[in-house]
């Protein structure tokens, strides 16, 4: 079996109910064992700023899948669940996206693990403790990379308390 940690985020409509469905439908998958779900958060939006904020969950998965399947089955489950893409780093119902693929490291343009913006965005590095504080980013443990960030930058994050 394969490990892999996932990104999820939304910021439009029922929020909330987004990332249930998305969880859903990861658990349902016969090659996909869902083995951890982190605390959700709320942030601000990254990137494209004039838009609703966001709510980010990260879950921690166990696969048969290759990296380029899971992918195939994240973007199934954007398009399941309405994800249109009009603006980089725009609105969306949800985003799915691979953080980590067991040790893999890949530069490939379809597919970069691990994820080349996790250093920088708190919103990912924070679930992603909640999950597994030892994973490791170019020889860095992921806590490090969280104390790097700015305090405004962590501040903008905040637990909510809604059960996925």
């Not at 380029?68 to 309405?82: A, F, G, R, Y």
């Amino acid at each position: 079996m394969n490990k892999a940690y996932l990104g999820l985020g939304t910021n439009m409509g029922d929020r909330e109910n987004y990332l249930r469905q998305a969880c859903e439908i990861i658990r349902e998958h016969s090659q996909i064992n869902l083995l951890k779900i982190s605390h959700v958060y709320e942030t601000k939006a990254w990137g494209y700023t004039d838009q609703a904020d966001f709510l980010n969950i990260c879950v921690e998965i166990e696969t048969t899948l290759s990296p380029m399947e899971l992918l195939e089955v994240c973007h199934l489950i954007e398009e399941e669940l309405n994800r249109v893409r009009i603006i980089r780093w725009g609105p969306r119902t949800i985003d799915v996206d691979i953080l980590f693929f067991d040790n893999i490291i890949s530069k490939e343009e379809i597919l970069t693990l691990p994820h080349p913006r996790i250093k920088e965005r708190a919103f990912v590095l924070i679930p992603l403790m909640d999950l597994n504080e030892d994973l490791i980013i170019e020889d860095r443990s992921i806590s490090y990379y969280l104390s790097k960030l700015s305090e405004d930058e962590k501040n903008e994050i905040r637990k909510v308390k809604i059960n996925i």
